[in-house]
Every structure is written in structure tokens, then in C-alpha cells.
Nanobody, 116 residues
Framework: QVQLVESGGGLVQAGGSLRLSCAAS????????MGWYRQAPGKQRELVAT???????SYAESVKGRFTISRDIAKNTVYLQMNSLKPEDTAVYYC??????????WGKGTLVTVSS
């Protein structure tokens, strides 16, 4: 089992920045990829960014050039640096990890609100 705790959400004006953190605990040795998803009101959950244990990253087109995902393996923590935020980035952001046994774990989410 892996437990995830997100932090760093909040209210920010358009053009501002926030950094989200997600700390994993439990069977962290089993973690392969870590990532962030988001769900805006009335919309489906969507992938934002992922990072593998080896450091390979991928991003949704809508956040490329503005968001950066990074990972501290020693601290079992994944970060999402969000710059140039837009009102359409408003959503609940969820941390996700995938294990080598193909299991997925989710955090409870942290709300990001971007005002125009």
C-alpha cells in the first residue's frame, strides 16, 4: 500500500505561480511513475504530467512550457511547479503513483483556483 498526501494548492491570480507537492509513504519501493491529474468542475479527470523513476517526463499539451514536474526519490515526493497560471487551470489536482505491479494509488486532491 502507498499513501499520498498533497499540499500547495490555493488561490492565485492569473499569471501567478504555485507549487504542488505530493509525499508518498508506505511501500514506496514499489513506485515507478508518479504524476498529477486534475479535474475541473463538470469535466472529466485529465492527465497533467507524469515522471518515471528514471526521470522521463510527459505533459498535457495545455500545460507544456508552463508546468514542470519533478521528483525527489529520496524523499518520495513529486512536485508540480505551475507558472503563468490561467483561469482554465482551476481544478482539483490529484497526485497519482503507479507501481511496478501495475497498481494505482491516488491522493485526496488539492484545490487550485486561478482568478482572472
Amino acid at each position: 500500500q502507498v499513501q499520498l498526501v498533497e499540499s500547495g494548492g490555493g488561490l492565485v491570480q492569473a499569471g501567478g505561480s504555485l507549487r504542488l507537492s505530493c509525499a508518498a509513504s508506505g511501500s514506496t519501493f514499489s513506485i515507478n511513475a508518479m504524476g498529477w491529474y486534475r479535474q475541473a468542475p463538470g469535466k472529466q479527470r485529465e492527465l497533467v504530467a507524469t515522471i518515471t523513476r528514471g526521470g522521463s517526463t510527459s505533459y498535457a499539451e495545455s500545460v507544456k512550457g508552463r508546468f514542470t514536474i519533478s521528483r525527489d526519490i529520496a524523499k518520495n515526493t513529486v512536485y508540480l511547479q505551475m507558472n503563468s497560471l490561467k483561469p482554465e487551470d482551476t481544478a482539483v489536482y490529484y497526485c497519482n503513483v503507479g507501481t511496478y505491479a501495475s497498481r494505482d494509488y491516488w491522493g485526496k486532491g488539492t484545490l487550485v483556483t486561478v482568478s482572472s
